[in-house]
């Protein structure tokens, strides 16, 4: 039998510097190098030029979102993803920009629903409604269902679809099958982001009017449910 060689990366997984005996002393001389080092995806220059090249990369969004309302749930489950999708992108994680971008788009698709209030013959849909008619309640179908019965009621119109398709595809193809390669990861990673933005933008609102942002009306009856105290629109 033939030995065979094959080549190896010692310690993937561990960030020297504090793993080290010596890292275990009062006084831990760590640089913020070091610690950039290990946040970027081994192969991908962790220089300050670099990192600032690949923001730039992101940062040509054809929708923005130039602002969000001070609402908890809305910065943790769509403003901060967002910037982490971002930041994943700096540092060379590609796939974690899909997977923020994939989870953004399934809590705006959520959202969308909870303030579109649907009606059926008048009367709200109720979560036994939900079950009735979509097989499920709505948070619990798969995001290709729900993303249909949006654009079936009017909530989404083709375009928005077409943004939360592109998301789902990308994700499902980067998460989910080993086969995939990552040729064309990048791009699919600032494709995701933009159309994450997309949608984050059209279920909030952008507007601007004499100075004031306006809001989606029905984002901010939503709001209202929280604290009246935050709306942003008269």
């Known amino acids: 039998m033939t030995d065979r060689l ?21 006084e831990l001389h760590l640089d913020l190098e070091a610690l950039v080092r290990f946040a970027t995806t081994p192969g991908t220059p962790p220089d300050l030029q670099t990192l600032v090249e690949r923001y730039r990369e992101i ?31 700096m540092f060379g994680n590609y796939l974690g920009t899909i997977a923020m971008g994939g989870m953004v788009a399934e809590m705006i698709a959520i959202l969308l629903f909870d303030i579109g209030e649907i ?11 939900q079950v009735e008619i979509f097989g499920g309640a709505f948070e619990k179908l798969s995001q290709h269902r729900r993303v249909s019965i949006l654009h079936a009621y009017g909530m989404i119109d083709d375009p928005l679809r ?16 080993w086969s995939q390669d ?20 059209s279920a909030i609102g952008q507007g601007l009017q004499e100075g004031k942002l306006i809001l989606n009306p029905r984002f901010v009856k939503w709001l209202d449910r929280f604290d009246p105290d935050q709306r942003q629109e008269e």
């Open 59 to 89: 940062s040509h969004e054809p929708v923005r979102l130039f602002a969000a309302p001070v609402e908890q749930r809305v910065l943790d489950k769509l403003v901060w993803p967002l910037r982490h999708a971002k930041a994943a992108y």
């Open 182 to 201: 990552h040729d064309a990861l990048p791009g699919d990673a600032r494709s995701v982001f933009n159309a994450a933005v997309l949608v984050t933008v």
């Open 6 to 26: 094959f080549k190896i990366w010692v310690n993937p997984l561990q960030f020297l510097e504090v793993d080290e005996p010596w890292a275990s002393a009062p």
């Open 162 to 177: 077409e943004a939360f398709e592109l998301i789902r595809e990308r994700r499902r193809r980067y998460l989910h099958f």
């Open 119 to 129: 009606r059926i013959n008048n009367v709200p849909l109720t979560d036994r409604g």
